[in-house]
Structures are given as structure tokens and as C-alpha cells.
């Protein structure tokens, strides 16, 4: 049987098909449904948040926070991130900064930002990598000095906290992602997360068109709405996400124990974070040895997956400046299988195969 990096969570299907019986009985399958009011309020609920505005997915959001933000001038960001932080600045026809990033955290370094900063930057986009977050403090430091905007790419941040509150409470605007992949999911879909309702309510317009109501128009706008039917999948995750969070946490202890003694480097997680187990990312001293351990992996049908890989500085069609730390990590992480239900024999297993891979 084949494992692979990720697995979606699939929720009792009872519990679906009676959200899916209530789309029948309303005929309402889109535009502000009940079941999309109802996922915003328990979300709003269970992360802690003022308020939120959900959307098609976790792309949207950085697009739409980018088009309100970042007036097509230069935005500094990592270039240690999934693809869609970077291009998502191009599509708004805005230039990316890179700004390499701290090898300790995986994200982007504070103490070297001042220095990317020139009178035509207007926004910082940072990803709070595998759900632990940037030098938060630092980057609004520096933000409100400079009076730009901070934007961050929280895609991983599903459940994290940072000093007693949501993650997604810091910055101008967070984005999250409810992939099939991610912590917590909808099919598809996302979020704009911020305190200033002003936004929230502006992008609210943005994915609706621009629709202020049937004939009255506020902007420009797109479409970003999340349908009902992808809303019900996220009511019927949600009750679960505590067991969800527990069972990777479980994970991740395990890994962590099986392969204490090898030469291999984990993840720090910075101190007031209370993390979301997302990801279990190790690096290996080279890249040849990665190599090896994913090919032995690969052999035994198991699907280890190079999160981060390439560094986003080094896309052809970017071709931003050298990022010698972010290019180096890139080219030794590896993220390994992690999701609910994951068998304990199954871990031991693959920290077996990189034990013996690793002789
Ligand atoms: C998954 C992800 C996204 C994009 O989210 P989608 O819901 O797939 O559009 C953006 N940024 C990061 C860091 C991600 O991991």
C-alpha cells in the first residue's frame, strides 16, 4: 500500500450527506448560504478570531490582500514558500523582493529586511513556514516604521497560536488555505483573516465582483466565493480538528523519538507558538543524501514530497537575485508522510528505511 506525504481528512459521511440533505431541501448552492454563514461563524469561533471572509481558496486571498495592500509597487517576501506567495505578487503586477530567510525557522530573516527596503516597496508578504511563524514582533516593528503593509501567507496556520492568540491575528491580513492537503480542509478553499473590518469588508466586495448589492458596484472585482457544498465539508471537518491536531501531534513524537540519533536536522519551532503538527520537515547534510533516502522511500511505495523545492528566487520565470541560505535548505528538506490515522508501524517502517538508508 502506497503512503504518500499527505492524505485528506474524510469525515464521517453521515455527517456530510446531512449537510449535502440540506442543500437539497434550500436549492441554495452558492452566493452567501446558510451553510457558508454557518462554517464563517463556528471558524470565527473555534480559531478566535473577529471575523473572516471565506473564499474559493488560499490563493484568493493573497491576491485580493495584495491588491488592496500593495498598490503595484515592490513586495519584499521569502523565497522559502509554496509558489502561489510569489507568483500571486506578479499576477498583481508587482515586483517580488526576496529577502533570504533565518536557517533556524525557515522563514524570512528580520535582521536582514531593512536593507531590501527602497522608496518603492509597499508591502512585506511573509509565509509563516510549516505553521511556525516569522519573527512577528520584528517584521511590525519594521513595518510600521516604513509605513508598509504586512501581509502574511498563514496557509499552514490552521489552529496555531502565537503568544496566547490566533496566529491569524497578527499583520494587516492573513491568508489561509483549506486545501484537500492542509491541516483543515473544505475540497477547496481559503480565508482572509484580519481585525481591520474595513478590509475584510473591501475584499468581501473584491471576490464578489465588486457587487455592493444586485446593481451598485464598489470596485472592480473577481470571483473568489466558496460554493455550499464545499462549506459542508468544512462543517463536517471542523468538529474534528482538535482529534485531527492530537493524531498528528501523536506523529510527530514518533518521528521525532525514531530518529533522534541520526545526523539529520528538525524543525524549531519558536518559543510562544502552540504549533499545528502540519508538517514534518527534516533536513538531510547534503542533497545527495536526500536523494538516496527518497529514492530507498520511493522503492517501498512511500512518497516523501521536497517542501520547499526549488527555491523561489530560482524559477525561470522569476529569476530573482541569489538566496544562498534559502537554496541551500531547499535543496536538503524533506517533508515526511504526516495525517490523521497514520499507523504507528507505518512510522517505524519509514524511520527504518532512513536509518538504514542513511549507513
Ligand atoms: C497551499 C498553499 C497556498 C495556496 O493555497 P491553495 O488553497 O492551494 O490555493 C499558498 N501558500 C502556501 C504557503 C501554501 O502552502
Wanted: net charge negative; glycine share 6%; proline share 5%.
Amino acid at each position: 500500500m502506497r503512503i504518500d506525504v499527505t492524505k485528506p481528512y474524510l469525515p464521517d459521511s453521515d455527517a456530510y450527506k446531512n449537510y449535502i440533505n440540506q442543500i437539497w431541501e434550500s436549492g441554495w448552492l452558492t452566493n452567501g448560504g446558510n451553510l457558508l454563514q454557518k462554517l464563517t461563524t463556528e471558524l470565527t469561533t473555534f480559531l478566535g478570531v473577529e471575523d473572516l471572509v471565506l473564499m474559493s481558496n488560499g490563493t484568493i486571498p493573497i491576491q485580493m490582500a495584495l491588491f488592496n495592500l500593495a498598490n503595484e509597487g515592490d513586495v519584499i517576501t521569502t523565497p522559502f514558500s509554496y509558489v502561489a506567495t510569489t507568483s500571486s505578487i506578479l499576477w498583481q503586477s508587482c515586483k517580488p523582493v526576496f529577502v533570504d530567510i533565518d536557517p533556524k525557522y525557515f522563514t524570512i530573516d528580520e535582521l536582514k529586511i531593512e536593507d531590501a527596503i527602497t522608496p518603492k516597496t509597499t508591502a512585506i508578504l511573509a509565509t509563516h513556514v510549516f505553521g511556525n511563524p516569522c519573527n512577528i514582533e520584528v517584521l511590525q516593528e519594521i513595518a510600521s516604521r516604513h509605513n508598509l503593509s504586512l501581509i502574511f501567507d498563514a496557509a499552514h496556520c490552521f489552529g496555531v497560536n502565537y503568544r496566547g492568540q490566533s496566529i491569524f491575528n497578527y499583520g494587516d491580513v492573513s491568508t489561509c488555505s483549506f486545501h484537500a492537503t492542509k491541516v483543515f480542509h473544505t475540497v477547496e478553499g481559503g480565508a482572509a483573516i484580519s481585525t481591520n473590518t474595513e478590509l475584510l469588508q473591501k475584499i468581501s466586495y473584491n471576490i464578489h465582483f465588486g457587487h455592493k448589492g444586485p446593481y451598485d458596484f464598489f470596485g472592480i472585482g473577481i470571483n473568489g466565493k466558496m460554493s455550499e457544498l464545499h462549506a459542508a465539508m468544512g462543517l463536517s471537518v471542523l468538529p474534528k480538528m482538535t482529534a485531527v491536531i492530537n493524531d498528528r501531534q501523536r506523529i510527530v513524537e514518533q518521528y521525532k523519538t525514531e530518529l533522534a540519533e541520526l545526523p539529520l536536522g528538525f524543525i524549531n519551532i519558536r518559543q510562544g507558538t502552540k504549533w499545528n503538527f502540519s508538517y514534518f520537515p527534516i533536513t538531510f547534510e547534503t542533497e545527495d543524501r536526500l536523494t538516496k533516502t527518497v529514492s530507498d522511500l520511493n522503492e517501498k511505495y512511500i512518497f516523501p514530497r521536497r517542501y520547499f523545492y526549488p527555491s523561489l528566487n530560482t524559477i525561470h520565470y522569476i529569476n530573482g537575485d541569489k538566496m544562498p541560505i534559502s537554496e541551500d535548505i531547499s535543496s536538503r528538506v524533506l517533508c515526511l508522510p504526516l495525517f490523521f490515522g497514520l499507523d504507528p508501524d507505518d512510522i517505524s517502517r519509514i524511520c527504518q528505511i532512513i536509518k538504514n538508508s542513511l549507513k
